[in-house]
């Protein structure tokens, strides 16, 4: 694994879902489809969307996590959920969160209505340094970074230009195909 190099397992940035920072959320997870409609992005669906700037930079991502958190805007009530999340909360709890904070109570036409105002750039999470790695990383490196950050992707750089994202379903493919030729 420390052989094998980043940019051979990643989708290249421009086969991937994009959208300005200024699009809709509606647009943005039509993009998404169209993305799996093309086919593109190997044997899997892509999960994320990528915020481009107007320079065509990446400047956030918009995950399955986000568009849920985005539809109900209570989460932000609630705290750093990323945080909260590794304590190991329990189901009791979770439970009762969904009760008293009045979760997803808001009928399904009004979060409808949410999207059509709701930008990119509100949904979208800012990137930080754990979500960049370089093309010519290792193998070993990236999986370090997936597991122990809990991401499904990373984004790939080359210097300081994103050119491709990594995703842990090509990781887990890519070394799933190895598993079946170890001799046991």
């Known amino acids: 694994m ?3 190099i980043l940019k051979d397992l990643m989708v290249p940035l421009e086969e991937y879902a994009c959208v300005g ?7 943005a997870v039509a993009i998404l ?21 107007p320079a065509g930079e990446v400047v956030g991502k918009i995950s399955h996590w986000d568009l849920l958190q985005s539809l109900e805007p209570k989460y932000r009530q609630i705290g750093d959920l990323d945080r909260l999340s590794h304590f190991g909360l329990n189901v ?6 969904v009760d008293k904070e009045e979760l997803w109570n808001d009928p399904w036409e009004f979060m409808c209505s949410r999207t ?17 790695v370089d093309e010519q990383d290792t ?7 997936l597991v122990m950050g809990r991401k499904l992707s990373v984004l790939v750089r080359r210097g ?9 379903v090509d990781v887990c493919d890519s070394i799933c ?6 001799a046991i």
Not at 21 to 27: F, G, H, I, M, R
Not at 116 to 132: E, H, V
Not at 139 to 145: D, E, I, R, S, T
């Open 177 to 182: 195909e190895r598993l079946k030729s170890c």
């Open 21 to 27: 920072p200024e699009a809709t959320l509606q647009e």
């Open 160 to 168: 300081n230009k994103v050119v491709g994202i990594l995703r842990i």
């Open 33 to 53: 489809e169209e993305s799996w409609q093309r086919g593109r992005g190997g044997k899997f669906k892509h999960r994320a969307i990528l915020v481009l700037n």
């Open 2 to 4: 420390k052989n094998q």
């Open 116 to 132: 059509a105002n709701l930008l990119a750039k509100d949904a979208m999470r800012p990137l930080g340094p754990d979500d960049f």
């Open 92 to 97: 009791g709890f979770m439970k009762s969160m």
């Open 139 to 145: 193998l070993a490196h990236a999986v370090h970074l």
